[in-house]
């Protein structure tokens, strides 16, 4: 569904990511680990049009994205879920939520899924006329999926949902990240907190300084001694 | 108190003239994020068209109000698109010089057409007096003051209410967020460049029956809407809205109590006051440092 | 469009500076600002000289000499200085006429002092002008004192008369914008009816920019003012009148230092009915009776048959005046050096009445022509007549301002 | 045009022959001779005309050139600059008028009160960016403006001053033209060379410095607002003096000529078009726009009213679109290229480094400690009762994952933070604990710091970056420039130290990040994850470089996510998770510690590896 091939990008001429490849089949969860500056945020950058990439293809559902305009490529289903929530602080959570809609080839059915998302996130329901800028750090998140869930992905790209947030509330985040899989949406999960991503992944790619390092299932990486390694240098 | 009362009348009718022109200012900075300098020249622009459209068709100005909002729309929106966008991501001074080159050009070119008469649109009636309760108001000061409410009115309902209105809102605040849930902010940026244009075009349907136009009107109206906007604290219409009251008020009551040639002097006073010991304006709703 | 042509070309040719004009030709420079924010009135000045060059030049010139005008164009005083020494040096002219703007006339004038070039002023109506000493500095126009008095004077002469009351019993105010020319006039207006003794009540300084004077009328309104002076431009004339109107402020009279009270466009943006009564000093208008001012009906046909237009208004009549006598004291000088010619203008003797604007000729040590006076006029049925003194008015002095 | 060349550069052997050494630079006698044109022309061409033009040339480009030490090097667009033209102005002529003091003394009681007017404008005015300090400049300059005008019994309202015309150089006005030029072009002389000078000095990189990144610059102890002070005091003396000579050229001033917003707007012009920031720039700005402009007003000016304004306006919009560089920003480097390609280039020979500062101490002795930091955004608690101390002569690593607030702590202990509440303590060179108030206050104490977003002077060179650092413990620029090198050589930044940092890529811009630090000697280093983005064997250089900085006596506190590097740099590790410190102790041990695996990886992974 989505094939990333030989992916190099980066910001003026520093180079973040290189040769990068990794793919997404439908239906699949698939996750990407990897330490602070690895370049995760840059690849999920460059999958949405944020980055151009100065070489390397991104084919999504066949047709090549890379270079196109971001508002195309929300338009073809493949919604971002941005690291650090990014809301429009001084929006309400209603319209923070509506944003989400916002692309022609989402309008249709928003209102069902305006309904679907309140049941999923009981909380945003009770808040939804409160500034979202005022919301606690796990409500803003929740929020976040909200808006992204109401784009009507084909593709979720989620970028670290558990950052910065109470180990209580990391717990949550990744049960509400478990249903949004069940419920069949084909889901790339960008995470550092490694276990629970891996847990929930069909496949995984471990990432190191823009470079993919190893590529797994979930399960076989879970196992593999050089997760532990990578991330207490033990 | 008599003369109290009506200069404070006179300074709400006056502010509510500031507020529509400095809506539009904060428009184009609250999401463009340029201080346009040729602000007043929008304006300009507007009243020589209002008094062509006057001597040509004889529309009456009111009337050319609805050719003048569509006209500075697309003016504000090609400025956007082939001056402001390019300079987007070059240093901000670079953004300031053109719009004061456009300045420039502008008022010459104003100066070339049009020579240094100075022309007035004839506009029967709306210059009556209207007495109420022995202090006096003009129709077209009713107007401009029912006008700017609705302005306002109706720009909140079209940000507040509609999804296009969401998407400017959204880009303001975060861009990068904002083009992730598909809104091409750079369509976004010439529609609100053209909006707040597009307030200018109503300012000079309004205010062409009240003053002569002339290649230089612009720049008396201008730095009064700069203060106006930065009293209003940068990014809010409702701000600019009660600035305006403010200066106009304060242009009132100072002309009258201190002396009329200082009370120049009494808002830029106010101003930079503002900008150094409040850049979030009175009322908080933005910040001036950023 | 003819007139641009030539006009770019005597510019071109200006900037050419060629040596291979006729050497018998008198040159002089022509200082105005033809172009920014003053080039209405500026030209409009500039027309005056140029009518009467062409006359002298039909007439056979200056004792036979041809007059060749090189034009300086000067937007501010800078521009000024750089123009005057063009003039003075490039152009080697032998005198400079100019220059409508006070400001333009002040930084321009010193140079020519430094330079010994004489300098003509024939609009210009700052004071310090011809009161720095300088020795090559005329002025045939009234100055601002001049303005400022007859003004003062019009309110005990002409206005309190008509209104059959005593002068001393009418609440007078002075308004004015605070550049140079409404600073200046109001400076001497006020000492004039401290020295008469009038009941001045308010002095109002405000900006020509101002968008809103209804702070200056309520003040007005609240001192209730019988008598108003106003020394303004076009815009503030404008807002005055409407807003007086408005704000339901009917003083007596209102009156006006030239500016923006001598122009239509003023009249025509206020309403011919606002403006209905509204008196004017200034320069000699086109309406004024032909027996006092010899030569102005024939001037306005001049001015017609080579613009197209009637004149926009009285600066190109004082500058044509101007520039005649001392075109007349330049062949009447042994020489064009600047001691000759000094020799000659102090001789000039014209009496009143003789001239096109009515005005007199006779310079004082300072250069200052003691016998130009402002008339006073009015507006009457959307026309600008000149009412006071007698011998020049051709319509009778009316009281109350706006139409009933 | 950018000249890069200074006096100071020549070997001490002889006055004389440095003098000829440096006049035997292409650069400098190419520049030389261009502006001895501007003496040379109007002598030449021996009219009043063309010496006025010159004379105007002079003004302005003097003008526009000390509007540029505030607006280019200092980037703070000032649109009023001509209130202090006017002051200086104002200022002589009264002097004149009332105590018959002569201009040549005059126009310095002017220049005083330019420098006084300009502090009490732009101390408050500096907190204020971009377009909202141009807009505070122009409310100040028209409120002067209405202020001449009103108390006219002062300054003569608008009806202006008239400078008495007495002749002779004791009260700078000539018949004879000429003497105008010579003093104009004195002056002008005169401001490129302080502009030259602060361009080359530790200044004119301490402003670029502040103008590019504000948090950086402090973080190498500049403090922003004393060197902007600086710029715009230095800038409005120089600015009042040409006013003064204007005035005594022109010999009669007005409020609205003097405080023209026009002018204000036209100098700042000729700096951009020039090129903004470039010594050279507003001069060739001037050069260009004036003639042009003079002779635009002539053949358009006469034919139709406005016509050259337009024409003005139109080519402003198109520069800022063509060449946002200006002239010299566009075209410099070519034309220098050309340039020192003539005869008689010479390079400077390298110097010898300064000694380094000596740091004193006994090791383990505390040199740093916080108190119970925490710090609050809104709601969010990002540190929270944060205690900790860092020994002389440790490596102390501060690991935890994104957000935990590692961050925000070294923002505490730089000075770039104030805690909501608690202390941070630092231990100066004789022992004492101390506060400081300001970020570059941090800096000049010893606490030297890097930025986990690498934060370079983009358009200055490696070497350049590394200057900035220099200029805390060295004033002359050699100086600076030989300890410089000595950085890039110790973190390998040799062989790309004459390349725009902006063009770098992210492992030597980590590099460049530390080697600036390193240039500010600091007693403390602390290093916010220089590691990132750098391939294995850069990072196990990195790692050699820090032990190599310990052992000159430096202590070292360092957040990294590169755990295997850290594990093996550090001596001591402290653990934060949610603001709070949750371990600390030995690397070894404290990596088995249960919360330490939880916050890592997550609780369900301990459970289920059993740990």
Same mark, same amino acid.
């Given at each position: 569904?989505?094939?990333?091939?030989?992916?190099?990008?980066?910001?003026?001429?520093?180079?973040?990511?290189?040769?990068?490849?990794?793919?997404?089949?439908?239906?699949?969860? /698939?996750?990407?680990?990897?330490?602070?500056? %690895?370049?995760?945020?840059?690849?999920?950058?460059?999958?949405?049009?944020?980055?151009?990439?100065?070489?390397?293809?991104?084919?999504?559902?066949?047709?090549?994205?890379?270079?196109?305009?971001?508002?195309?490529?929300?338009?073809?289903?493949?919604?971002?879920?941005?690291?650090?929530?990014?809301?429009?602080?001084?929006?309400?959570?209603?319209?923070?939520?509506?944003?989400?809609?916002?692309?022609?080839?989402?309008?249709?059915?928003?209102?069902?899924?305006?309904?679907?998302?309140?049941?999923?996130?009981?909380?945003?329901?009770?808040?939804?006329?409160?500034? %979202?800028?005022?919301?606690?750090?796990?409500?803003?998140?929740?929020?976040?999926?909200?808006?992204?869930?109401?784009?009507?992905?084909?593709?979720?790209?989620?970028?670290?949902?558990?950052?910065?947030?109470?180990?209580?509330? /990391?717990?949550?985040?990744?049960?509400?990240?478990?249903?949004?899989?069940?419920?069949?949406?084909?889901?790339?999960?960008?995470?550092?907190?490694?276990?629970?991503?891996?847990?929930?992944?069909?496949?995984?790619?471990?990432?190191?300084?823009?470079?993919?390092?190893?590529?797994?299932?979930?399960?076989?990486?879970?196992?593999?001694?050089?997760?532990?390694?990578?991330?207490?240098?033990? | 108190?008599?003369?109290?009362?009506?200069?404070?009348?006179?300074?709400?009718?006056?502010?509510?003239?500031?507020?529509?022109?400095?809506?539009?200012?904060?428009?184009?900075?609250?999401?463009?994020?340029?201080?346009?300098?040729?602000?007043?020249?929008?304006?300009?622009?507007?009243?020589?068209?209002?008094?062509?459209?006057?001597?040509?068709?004889?529309?009456?100005?009111?009337? @050319?109000?609805?050719?003048?909002?569509?006209?500075?729309?697309?003016?504000?929106?090609?400025?956007?698109?082939?001056?402001?966008?390019?300079?987007?991501?070059?240093?901000?001074?670079?953004?300031?010089?053109?719009?004061?080159?456009?300045?420039?050009?502008?008022?010459?070119?104003?100066?070339?057409?049009?020579?240094?008469? +100075?022309?007035?649109?004839?506009?029967?009636?709306?210059?009556?007096?209207?007495?109420?309760?022995?202090?006096?108001?003009?129709?077209?000061?009713?107007?401009?003051?029912?006008?700017?409410?609705?302005?306002?009115?109706?720009?909140?309902?079209?940000?507040?209410?509609?999804?296009?209105?969401?998407?400017? $809102?959204?880009?303001?605040?975060?861009?990068?967020?904002?083009?992730?849930?598909?809104?091409?902010?750079?369509?976004?940026?010439?529609?609100?460049?053209?909006?707040?244009?597009?307030?200018?075009?109503?300012?000079?349907?309004?205010?062409?029956?009240?003053?002569?136009?002339?290649?230089?009107?612009?720049?008396?109206?201008?730095?009064?809407?700069?203060?106006?906007?930065?009293?209003?604290?940068?990014?809010?219409?409702?701000?600019?809205?009660?600035?305006?009251?403010?200066?106009?008020?304060?242009?009132?009551?100072?002309?009258?109590?201190?002396?009329?040639?200082?009370?120049?002097?009494?808002?830029?006073?106010?101003?930079?006051?503002?900008?150094?010991?409040?850049?979030?304006?009175?009322?908080?709703?933005?910040?001036?440092?950023? | 469009?003819?007139?641009?042509?030539?006009?770019?070309?005597?510019?071109?040719?200006?900037?050419? %500076?060629?040596?291979?004009? !006729?050497?018998?030709?008198?040159?002089?420079?022509?200082?105005?600002?033809?172009?920014?924010?003053?080039?209405?009135?500026?030209?409009?000045?500039?027309?005056?000289?140029?009518?009467?060059?062409?006359?002298?030049?039909?007439?056979?010139?200056?004792?036979?000499?041809?007059?060749?005008?090189?034009?300086?164009?000067?937007?501010?005083?800078?521009? %000024?200085?750089?123009?005057?020494?063009?003039?003075?040096?490039?152009?080697?002219?032998?005198?400079?006429?100019?220059?409508?703007?006070?400001?333009?006339?002040?930084?321009?004038?010193?140079?020519?002092?430094?330079?010994?070039?004489?300098?003509?002023?024939?609009?210009?109506?700052?004071?310090?002008?011809?009161?720095?000493?300088?020795?090559?500095?005329?002025?045939?126009?009234?100055?601002?004192?001049?303005?400022?008095?007859?003004?003062?004077?019009?309110?005990?002469?002409?206005?309190?008369?008509?209104?059959?009351?005593?002068?001393?019993?009418?609440?007078?105010?002075?308004?004015?914008?605070?550049?140079?020319?409404?600073?200046?006039?109001?400076?001497?207006?006020?000492?004039?009816?401290?020295?008469?003794?009038?009941?001045?009540?308010?002095?109002?300084?405000?900006?020509?920019?101002?968008?809103?004077?209804?702070?200056?009328?309520?003040? +007005?309104?609240?001192?209730?003012?019988?008598?108003?002076?106003?020394?303004?431009?076009?815009?503030?004339?404008?807002?005055?009148?409407?807003?007086?109107?408005?704000?339901?402020?009917?003083?007596?009279?209102?009156?006006?230092?030239?500016?923006?009270?001598?122009?239509?466009?003023?009249?025509?943006?206020?309403?011919?009915?606002?403006?209905?009564?509204?008196?004017?000093?200034?320069?000699?208008?086109?309406?004024?009776?032909?027996?006092?001012?010899?030569?102005?009906?024939?001037?306005?046909?001049?001015?017609?048959?080579?613009?197209?237009?009637?004149?926009?208004?009285?600066?190109?009549?004082?500058?044509?005046?101007?520039?005649?006598?001392? +075109?007349?004291?330049?062949?009447?000088?042994?020489?064009?050096?600047?001691?000759?010619?000094?020799?000659?203008?102090?001789?000039?003797?014209?009496?009143?009445?003789?001239?096109?604007?009515?005005?007199?000729?006779?310079?004082?040590?300072?250069?200052?022509?003691?016998?130009?006076?402002?008339?006073?006029?009015?507006?009457?049925?959307?026309?600008?007549?000149?009412?006071?003194?007698?011998?020049?008015?051709?319509?009778?002095?009316?009281?109350?301002?706006?139409?009933? | 045009?950018?000249?890069?060349?200074?006096?100071?550069?020549?070997?001490?052997?002889?006055?004389?022959?440095?003098?000829?050494?440096?006049?035997?630079?292409?650069?400098?006698?190419?520049?030389?001779?261009?502006?001895?044109?501007?003496?040379?022309?109007?002598?030449?061409?021996?009219?009043?005309?063309?010496?006025?033009?010159?004379?105007?040339?002079?003004?302005?480009?003097?003008?526009?050139?000390?509007?540029?030490?505030?607006?280019?090097?200092?980037?703070?667009?000032?649109?009023?600059?001509?209130?202090?033209?006017?002051?200086?102005?104002?200022?002589? !002529?009264?002097?004149?008028?009332?105590?018959?003091?002569?201009?040549?003394?005059?126009?310095?009681?002017? !220049?005083?009160?330019?420098?006084?007017?300009?502090?009490?404008?732009?101390?408050?005015?500096?907190?204020?960016?971009?377009?909202?300090?141009?807009?505070?400049?122009?409310?100040?300059?028209?409120?002067?403006?209405?202020?001449?005008?009103?108390?006219?019994?002062?300054?003569?309202?608008?009806?202006?001053?008239?400078?008495?015309?007495?002749?002779?150089?004791?009260?700078?006005?000539?018949?004879?033209?000429?003497?105008?030029?010579?003093?104009?072009?004195?002056?002008?002389?005169?401001?490129?060379? /302080?502009?030259?000078?602060?361009?080359? @000095?530790?200044?004119?990189?301490?402003?670029?410095?502040?103008?590019?990144?504000?948090?950086?610059?402090?973080?190498?102890?500049?403090?922003?607002?004393?060197?902007?002070?600086?710029?715009?005091?230095?800038?409005?003396?120089?600015?009042?003096?040409?006013?003064?000579?204007?005035?005594?050229?022109?010999?009669?001033?007005?409020?609205?000529?003097?405080?023209?917003?026009?002018?204000?707007?036209?100098?700042?012009?000729?700096?951009?078009?020039?090129?903004?920031?470039?010594?050279?720039?507003?001069?060739?700005?001037?050069?260009?726009?004036?003639?042009?402009?003079?002779?635009? $007003?002539?053949?358009?000016?006469?034919?139709?009213?406005?016509?050259?304004?337009?024409?003005?306006?139109?080519?402003?919009?198109?520069?800022?679109?063509?060449?946002?560089?200006?002239?010299?920003?566009?075209?410099?480097?070519?034309?220098?290229?050309?340039?020192?390609?003539?005869?008689?280039?010479?390079?400077?020979?390298?110097?010898?480094?300064?000694?380094?500062?000596?740091?004193?101490?006994?090791?383990?002795?505390?040199?740093?400690?916080?108190?119970?930091?925490?710090?609050?955004?809104?709601?969010?608690?990002?540190?929270?009762?944060?205690?900790?101390?860092?020994?002389?002569?440790?490596?102390?690593?501060?690991?935890?994952?994104?957000?935990?607030?590692?961050?925000?702590?070294?923002?505490?202990?730089?000075?770039?933070?104030?805690?909501?509440?608690?202390?941070?303590?630092?231990?100066?060179?004789?022992?004492?604990?101390?506060?400081? !108030?300001?970020?570059?206050?941090?800096?000049?104490?010893?606490?030297?710091?890097?930025?986990?977003?690498?934060?370079?002077?983009?358009?200055?060179?490696?070497?350049?970056?590394?200057?900035?650092?220099?200029?805390?413990?060295?004033?002359?620029?050699?100086?600076?420039?030989?300890?410089?090198?000595?950085?890039?050589?110790?973190?390998?930044?040799?062989?790309?130290?004459?390349?725009?940092?902006?063009?770098?890529?992210?492992?030597?811009?980590?590099?460049?990040?530390?080697?600036?630090?390193?240039?500010?000697?600091?007693?403390?280093?602390?290093?916010?994850?220089?590691?990132?983005?750098?391939?294995?064997?850069?990072?196990?250089?990195?790692?050699?470089?820090?032990?190599?900085?310990?052992?000159?006596?430096?202590?070292?506190?360092?957040?990294?996510?590169?755990?295997?590097?850290?594990?093996?740099?550090?001596?001591?590790?402290?653990?934060?998770?949610?603001?709070?410190?949750?371990?600390?102790?030995?690397?070894?041990?404290?990596?088995?510690?249960?919360?330490?695996?939880?916050?890592?990886?997550?609780?369900?992974?301990?459970?289920?590896?059993?740990?």
């Amino acid at each position: 569904m989505l094939k990333v091939s030989n992916v190099t990008a980066g910001y003026g001429r520093t180079v973040i990511l290189q040769d990068v490849s990794i793919e997404v089949g439908r239906g699949e969860v /698939v996750t990407i680990i990897g330490a602070n500056g %690895a370049g995760k945020t840059t690849l999920l950058r460059a999958i949405s049009g944020l980055v151009k990439p100065s070489a390397g293809r991104i084919t999504f559902d066949g047709t090549d994205i890379a270079g196109m305009a971001p508002a195309d490529i929300v338009g073809r289903g493949l919604i971002q879920v941005p690291e650090a929530r990014q809301l429009f602080p001084v929006m309400s959570v209603r319209d923070n939520v509506l944003m989400g809609a916002y692309h022609p080839a989402a309008r249709a059915g928003a209102d069902r899924r305006f309904a679907e998302v309140l049941d999923l996130f009981p909380r945003i329901g009770e808040r939804l006329d409160q500034l %979202a800028g005022s919301l606690s750090g796990g409500e803003q998140q929740m929020v976040a999926i909200a808006r992204g869930l109401m784009a009507n992905p084909k593709l979720l790209m989620l970028d670290e949902p558990s950052l910065g947030l109470a180990p209580i509330i /990391v717990q949550q985040m990744f049960g509400i990240v478990d249903r949004i899989c069940e419920m069949g949406t084909t889901v790339l999960l960008v995470e550092q907190k490694a276990f629970h991503a891996l847990k929930i992944a069909h496949r995984a790619y471990v990432i190191e300084n823009g470079r993919i390092a190893i590529e797994n299932t979930g399960a076989g990486l879970l196992a593999d001694p050089h997760i532990k390694t990578a991330y207490l240098g033990i | 108190m008599d003369v109290l009362v009506q200069l404070i009348l006179n300074g709400i009718m006056l502010g509510s003239m500031y507020a529509i022109i400095s809506v539009g200012l904060t428009l184009i900075f609250g999401i463009v994020r340029v201080v346009n300098f040729a602000h007043g020249e929008f304006l300009m622009v507007g009243m020589y068209a209002v008094y062509l459209l006057s001597l040509h068709l004889g529309l009456h100005p009111y009337v @050319s109000a609805v050719p003048m909002v569509l006209m500075l729309f697309a003016v504000g929106a090609l400025v956007q698109r082939f001056i402001i966008q390019p300079l987007l991501g070059a240093d901000e001074h670079i953004q300031i010089f053109a719009t004061v080159g456009l300045s420039t050009a502008l008022i010459n070119l104003a100066l070339l057409v049009f020579g240094a008469d +100075l022309y007035s649109v004839q506009a029967p009636g709306v210059r009556q007096p209207l007495s109420i309760g022995g202090y006096t108001v003009l129709h077209a000061q009713v107007v401009m003051l029912a006008s700017a409410l609705v302005l306002v009115a109706g720009l909140h309902l079209f940000m507040q209410r509609t999804p296009l209105g969401r998407a400017i $809102r959204a880009t303001a605040q975060n861009r990068n967020a904002a083009q992730l849930m598909g809104v091409r902010v750079d369509r976004i940026y010439v529609i609100a460049f053209g909006l707040g244009a597009a307030c200018v075009g109503l300012a000079s349907a309004l205010i062409s029956p009240l003053f002569p136009v002339t290649p230089t009107i612009g720049t008396y109206f201008v730095l009064t809407a700069f203060v106006v906007v930065v009293l209003g604290g940068m990014r809010s219409m409702y701000g600019a809205f009660l600035g305006a009251m403010i200066i106009g008020i304060v242009d009132s009551l100072s002309g009258y109590y201190i002396a009329p040639d200082l009370k120049e002097v009494v808002y830029f006073a106010i101003f930079i006051l503002i900008l150094i010991f409040k850049p979030t304006g009175l009322f908080g709703f933005g910040r001036g440092t950023e | 469009m003819k007139v641009l042509i030539k006009a770019a070309l005597a510019a071109g040719l200006a900037l050419s %500076a060629a040596p291979s004009f !006729a050497q018998d030709a008198v040159r002089i420079g022509a200082l105005y600002p033809f172009s920014g924010g003053l080039a209405l009135l500026g030209d409009e000045s500039f027309r005056g000289l140029e009518l009467a060059i062409e006359e002298r030049n039909a007439a056979g010139g200056l004792n036979g000499r041809k007059i060749e005008m090189v034009r300086g164009d000067a937007v501010d005083p800078n521009q %000024a200085v750089g123009e005057a020494r063009r003039l003075t040096s490039v152009d080697k002219v032998s005198v400079i006429f100019g220059t409508y703007s006070s400001s333009l006339s002040l930084a321009a004038t010193q140079v020519a002092e430094l330079a010994g070039v004489p300098y003509f002023e024939l609009g210009a109506i700052s004071d310090p002008i011809t009161e720095r000493g300088f020795k090559n500095v005329y002025r045939t126009n009234p100055t601002a004192r001049i303005f400022a008095n007859r003004m003062v004077d019009a309110v005990a002469e002409a206005v309190a008369p008509a209104l059959g009351t005593d002068a001393k019993s009418l609440k007078v105010a002075i308004i004015h914008e605070d550049s140079l020319y409404g600073q200046t006039v109001a400076g001497y207006q006020q000492a004039r009816a401290k020295e008469v003794g009038l009941n001045l009540v308010e002095t109002l300084p405000y900006s020509a920019k101002s968008v809103d004077l209804t702070p200056v009328i309520l003040r +007005l309104k609240s001192a209730g003012a019988d008598v108003v002076l106003q020394t303004s431009y076009q815009n503030d004339t404008v807002l005055f009148f409407r807003q007086m109107k408005e704000q339901g402020f009917k003083p007596k009279a209102v009156m006006g230092a030239g500016g923006g009270y001598s122009l239509r466009d003023t009249m025509q943006a206020v309403g011919p009915e606002n403006m209905e009564g509204a008196l004017n000093v200034d320069f000699t208008q086109y309406r004024t009776n032909p027996k006092a001012a010899p030569g102005i009906e024939e001037f306005v046909k001049k001015y017609e048959a080579k613009y197209g237009t009637a004149p926009r208004s009285g600066h190109s009549l004082a500058n044509y005046m101007g520039a005649k006598v001392l +075109l007349d004291a330049m062949a009447a000088a042994k020489d064009l050096t600047a001691p000759a010619i000094r020799e000659a203008v102090m001789a000039v003797d014209v009496t009143e009445g003789t001239t096109a604007t009515g005005w007199g000729a006779k310079f004082n040590e300072a250069g200052q022509n003691e016998r130009a006076t402002p008339f006073l006029m009015q507006w009457q049925g959307g026309e600008l007549v000149t009412v006071f003194p007698a011998d020049a008015a051709v319509a009778e002095i009316k009281t109350g301002i706006g139409a009933e | 045009m950018t000249v890069r060349v200074s006096l100071s550069e020549a070997p001490p052997a002889g006055r004389l022959a440095a003098l000829m050494a440096w006049l035997g630079n292409p650069r400098v006698y190419t520049s030389l001779a261009a502006l001895s044109l501007i003496l040379v022309i109007p002598i030449v061409v021996d009219s009043p005309f063309i010496v006025h033009v010159f004379v105007t040339i002079c003004v302005f480009a003097g003008l526009s050139t000390a509007w540029n030490i505030v607006g280019g090097y200092a980037g703070q667009l000032s649109l009023g600059h001509m209130v202090f033209y006017g002051i200086g102005a104002y200022t002589t !002529a009264l002097l004149i008028q009332h105590f018959g003091l002569t201009p040549w003394l005059g126009m310095w009681v002017g !220049a005083a009160v330019s420098v006084a007017v300009s502090v009490f404008i732009g101390y408050p005015c500096f907190r204020l960016r971009g377009p909202f300090f141009a807009l505070a400049t122009i409310a100040f300059l028209e409120v002067v403006r209405l202020l001449a005008i009103h108390f006219h019994g002062f300054t003569g309202g608008s009806a202006g001053l008239i400078v008495p015309l007495k002749l002779g150089w004791a009260w700078m006005i000539f018949q004879d033209k000429i003497n105008y030029l010579y003093i104009a072009f004195g002056l002008l002389l005169a401001t490129l060379a /302080v502009s030259y000078a602060i361009r080359t @000095s530790r200044l004119g990189y301490c402003l670029t410095a502040v103008r590019e990144r504000e948090d950086a610059a402090s973080a190498a102890g500049i403090s922003n607002t004393d060197v902007k002070l600086k710029a715009v005091m230095i800038s409005a003396g120089l600015t009042s003096l040409f006013g003064s000579f204007h005035a005594m050229y022109l010999t009669f001033l007005e409020p609205e000529t003097m405080f023209s917003l026009a002018n204000s707007v036209s100098i700042a012009m000729f700096a951009l078009i020039g090129g903004l920031g470039t010594v050279a720039g507003p001069l060739l700005g001037t050069v260009l726009v004036v003639p042009i402009a003079e002779l635009a $007003r002539g053949w358009l000016g006469a034919s139709a009213n406005g016509l050259h304004g337009f024409v003005y306006g139109v080519v402003l919009v198109l520069i800022t679109l063509t060449l946002p560089g200006g002239l010299a920003g566009t075209f410099g480097p070519r034309v220098t290229a050309l340039i020192d390609r003539l005869p008689g280039r010479r390079v400077a020979p390298d110097r010898e480094a300064p000694a380094l500062r000596h740091i004193e101490g006994t090791p383990g002795e505390p040199v740093l400690e916080t108190r119970d930091l925490v710090m609050k955004f809104g709601g969010l608690t990002a540190t929270d009762h944060v205690s900790i101390t860092l020994r002389r002569g440790e490596i102390l690593g501060v690991i935890g994952p994104n957000g935990a607030g590692k961050t925000t702590l070294f923002n505490q202990i730089s000075g770039f933070l104030k805690p909501t509440s608690g202390t941070v303590v630092i231990y100066d060179a004789e022992g004492r604990p101390v506060t400081p !108030a300001r970020a570059d206050e941090y800096a000049r104490l010893g606490v030297g710091r890097t930025f986990q977003i690498v934060q370079p002077f983009g358009k200055l060179t490696v070497i350049e970056n590394i200057m900035i650092g220099a200029f805390m413990r060295h004033t002359s620029v050699d100086d600076a420039r030989a300890a410089a090198l000595r950085i890039a050589r110790l973190v390998g930044l040799l062989h790309v130290k004459d390349v725009e940092a902006r063009n770098l890529p992210i492992g030597d811009l980590k590099r460049l990040e530390v080697a600036r630090t390193l240039a500010t000697e600091p007693s403390i280093l602390l290093l916010d994850e220089v590691m990132a983005g750098q391939n294995q064997t850069d990072t196990q250089k990195m790692v050699e470089l820090i032990r190599t900085i310990r052992d000159t006596g430096v202590t070292v506190i360092a957040i990294e996510h590169n755990m295997q590097a850290i594990m093996s740099l550090s001596d001591r590790i402290v653990v934060i998770d949610s603001g709070k410190v949750i371990a600390q102790g030995d690397p070894r041990e404290v990596v088995r510690n249960r919360r330490v695996i939880e916050a890592y990886l997550g609780e369900d992974f301990v459970d289920a590896q059993g740990l």
